[in-house]
């Protein structure tokens, strides 16, 4: 009990984070490094294909899926995203390129921030390390993998924060 | 049985024109889009989506080239999938050219989309685009405007399409311009369903026109069709408060200018408005003259007259006054001034004077016995002429002494002209100067400085330096040494008095001298018929 009393961050309650232009912030942040990828000829390819989301946005099916369904999607992906860019800093040799992609990486954690903060709940990888499914595809070039990023946060991550019920109860 | 098939067909009806009033309101609003997009965009195919999850493509061709829709395929392919084919359908258009159409029904967003068209197994457009930055809405429905009850503003306000998930993408144009100018203004507005209109001018009608687009990073588009416009007309202006204040200073500035104007023309003014009655003396030069009255006694009935006189300044004809009442006067002497002019010749009004005093003329030689023995004859009478023809200019002829036969109080017209003398100080520039007259029993030299002293104390200049002195044939039986004397000038309109003199002030015990400047045009009318005039000395 007193463990519990005493376990760090988690307990505290954050305030929600309901402006968008966060998320705006961060988009843009992201189009700059798939434009600088873009621009960049050397290191394009990945050694291996990665896993990523799947960004497509179907209204009907969308709205269709439940809060809870919605936010483990959005998870998900941010998760595999992580993993995604992770790799790439690895294989990626230019500086300037390097700079966008810890920035990438910092937002990422910024919006997983965010939406601790409106209570959406976090995502679990499954045991094997490999998430698979039908919201998944398997990318093999840097540029498609930020552009993903890109469209990714740009929907479905996009659609989440919009719709939150924390942050609509003032005003709806 | 036939009432109900009736009512089936006029409901069938109903819905068969409603459906295509629709479909007409729809290919409509599909002709502007297409009308506009062709216009926007460069790129083949043209698409762009009005809602959530749809997706219309069309590409233009000319006629002659044109083949039938059948010739044409549209594949279209989403990144990680199949291809998909949309059937393509022709529609004719303006200018000898045709439309070809395709439409998606479910349309994934966020994710790129391939679209080819081929016709013939030939690829002739290839296109990539995002469905959420290809939005085309329908202009915004019930634009309103309203007045907000402050000067020159107006709000407009209007229904956002009803887009889930879009709202803090809207943006809005407003385009206003007052009704039947060309020249407008545009604001811009975000995210919101009503905008003020400020700065607008009152009491004019106003045209009203907002047009709708999507500007945000997840979604986008082109701007949509204007509404029609909707006029309004702002509410009337008040009077400005500074306009008003300025137009009353210079209203007052105005007036005050006017009034200093008036002021300093006010004689010029009251002589047009309030002329003074013309004397006929320069009709008839000869005729009138100016005589010198004697006081018959020391009377305090002096300021009797004196208060009558003071009771107005205005002119009045004295002839008039003369008439109701008549005074007994007595004339010591008579001047005439102008050239010689036959006697008879008096002018009516003189006469009319004259003929209404002649019963008076008995109270004329009414004469206090003590002034009368003290008159000094001939030694004062030379004396007196003397003095008066040194300063005369013009010897005066003295063959109008006939004049004064009757012996009345004549009324006098001085016809002598003050020249040299300063202007009369007030409207009364008509009024005949006084002559200077007087007898004296004194020495001469007291008299010549009684003379100077007279003729200096006459405040009003009316004295005239001129002066002729004439007895009459008839003159008066010597009056002592106790006479003072005052010229009366007569002009027909006033009769104005010299400041008088005493000859005798040994005499003078009871009265008093009123040497004040005074015009008598009223007193002799007011006092009661019979009252002698009595200048106190």
């Known amino acids: 009990m007193l463990l519990e009393w005493t376990k760090p961050g988690l307990s505290n309650p954050l305030r929600p984070i309901c402006d968008l232009r966060v998320l705006k912030h961060f988009i843009e942040e992201a189009r700059d490094a798939e434009a600088a990828m873009l621009a960049c000829k050397e290191g394009r390819g990945l050694p291996e294909p990665v896993t990523v989301p799947q960004t497509k946005v179907d209204f009907n099916v969308w709205e269709r899926k439940n809060a809870l369904e919605q936010a483990q999607e959005v998870q998900s992906g941010l998760w595999l995203l992580n993993q995604a860019i992770g790799s790439l800093r690895a294989t990626v040799t230019n500086t300037a390129l390097h700079s966008h992609i810890d920035n990438s990486l910092r937002n990422i954690f910024s919006i997983g921030q965010v939406l601790r903060s409106l209570n959406i709940q976090e995502y679990t990888p499954p045991a094997g390390g490999v998430a698979g499914g039908e919201e998944t595809w398997r990318v093999s070039s840097a540029s498609e993998l930020l552009q993903v990023h890109v469209n990714f946060l740009r929907g479905k991550v996009h659609l989440l924060l919009s719709n939150t019920p924390v942050c609509h109860q003032g005003s709806s | ?277 013309p004397t006929p003396e320069s009709k008839f030069q000869g005729l009138f003259k100016v005589y010198v009255f004697v006081s018959l006694e020391y009377e305090t009935r002096y300021e009797e007259w004196l208060g009558h006189s003071t009771g107005g300044l205005w002119l009045r004809p004295a002839y008039f006054y003369s008439e109701e009442f008549p005074a007994p006067l007595e004339v010591l002497s008579e001047v005439s001034l102008g050239p010689a002019l036959p006697s008879s010749a008096l002018p009516p009004k003189a006469s009319e004077a004259l003929g209404e005093e002649e019963d008076e003329d008995k109270k004329l030689k009414r004469v206090d016995s003590a002034l009368m023995e003290g008159w000094r004859e001939t030694p004062q009478e030379h004396w007196l002429m003397d003095q008066l023809q040194s300063i005369h200019q013009h010897p005066a002829p003295r063959t109008q002494s006939s004049l004064l036969e009757s012996h009345d109080a004549y009324v006098t017209l001085n016809s002598q002209n003050h020249s040299g003398e300063e202007p009369l100080d007030d409207i009364l520039e008509e009024t005949l100067p006084l002559q200077v007259l007087f007898a004296s029993g004194r020495t001469s030299s007291e008299s010549r400085s009684d003379l100077g002293s007279l003729q200096q104390s006459s405040g009003s200049g009316r004295l005239s330096s001129q002066s002729s002195f004439e007895y009459p044939n008839h003159t008066w039986p010597p009056k002592g040494s106790g006479y003072t004397y005052m010229a009366v000038a007569d002009s027909g309109v006033s009769m104005d008095y010299s400041p008088m003199s005493s000859s005798k002030i040994d005499d003078i015990g009871k009265g008093v001298i009123y040497t004040n400047e005074y015009k008598n045009e009223i007193p002799a009318h007011r006092r009661p018929i019979g009252t002698p005039i009595h200048f106190a000395f």
């Open chain 2, 1 to 277: 049985m036939t009432n109900d098939n009736l009512t089936k067909l006029l409901v069938f009806c109903v819905l068969f024109c409603a459906q295509k009033t629709s479909i007409v309101h729809g290919s409509q609003a599909l002709e502007t889009k297409v009308a506009l997009l062709l216009h926007v965009e460069p790129e083949n195919p043209k698409c762009f989506a009005e809602g959530m999850s749809d997706l219309t493509c069309f590409w233009e061709e000319d006629e002659e080239r044109a083949g039938s829709a059948d010739q044409y395929s549209f594949i279209y392919t989403y990144q990680n999938e199949n291809s998909s084919e949309c059937a393509v359908t022709a529609l004719p258009a303006a200018g000898g050219k045709r439309l070809y159409f395709c439409r998606l029904s479910r349309t994934q967003l966020f994710v790129p989309l391939d679209i080819r068209v081929f016709r013939d197994d030939l690829l002739i457009h290839n296109r990539s685009l995002f469905i959420e930055v290809v939005f085309l809405l329908d202009p915004p429905s019930n634009l309103t405007l309203t007045s907000t009850g402050t000067q020159g503003q107006l709000k407009a306000s209007w229904l956002p399409p009803s887009l889930k998930y879009m709202g803090d993408s809207m943006m809005y144009e407003v385009s206003y311009a007052m009704a039947g100018s060309h020249i407008g203004k545009v604001e811009e507005v975000q995210a919101s369903s009503e905008l003020i209109l400020r700065g607008l001018q009152s009491g004019t009608k106003y045209k009203v026109r907002i047009r709708a687009k999507l500007d945000g990073i997840s979604y986008s588009g082109y701007w949509s069709a204007w509404t029609d416009p909707v006029l309004m007309e702002t509410i009337p202006g008040d009077l400005d408060p500074l306009i008003v204040s300025l137009s009353l200073i210079i209203s007052l500035v105005l007036t005050l200018l006017s009034l200093i104007v008036l002021m300093s023309h006010r004689r010029f003014l009251l002589k047009k408005i309030w002329p003074i009655i």
